[in-house]
């Protein structure tokens, strides 16, 4: 499984941003599709997850402000930000968990969000 994340930026606060993570090498309909994200000097933090049913999770942090969705025909997932923060700086990864369980990573996308 190959996961490509884009569409990270620099933006001011109160901004939006979209970034995409397109998969290969699985059958992405069936995957559990997530985001997190690392700050400086942080561990990584969950922050949106969205289901092969199309449920989704959010962190408490974004709720209201992020939305996850996907697209099958793509093989894409989606991470719309918007009302960015300053906080919300970090890098975004993708994960995928196909239906053997295991997690996969992208590389990340740099957010950068200024006051």
């Known amino acids: 499984v190959q996961l490509q994340a884009s569409g990270g930026g620099s933006v001011q606060a109160g901004g939006s941003l979209r970034l995409s993570c397109l998969a290969s090498?699985?059958?992405?309909?069936?995957?559990?599709m997530g985001w997190y994200r690392q700050a400086p000097g942080q561990q990584r933090e969950f922050v949106a997850r969205?289901?092969?049913?199309?449920?989704?999770n959010y962190a408490n942090s974004v709720k209201g402000r992020f939305t996850i969705s996907r697209d099958n025909a793509k093989n894409t997932s989606y991470l719309q930000l918007n009302s960015l923060e300053p906080e919300d700086t970090g890098v975004y990864y993708c994960?995928?968990?196909?239906?053997?369980?295991?997690?996969?990573w992208g590389q990340g996308t740099l957010v950068t969000v200024s006051s």
């Open positions: 090498g699985t059958t992405f309909s069936l995957n559990v």
């Open positions: 969205i289901s092969a049913d199309g449920s989704t």
């Open positions: 994960d995928a968990v196909p239906i053997d369980g295991r997690m996969y």
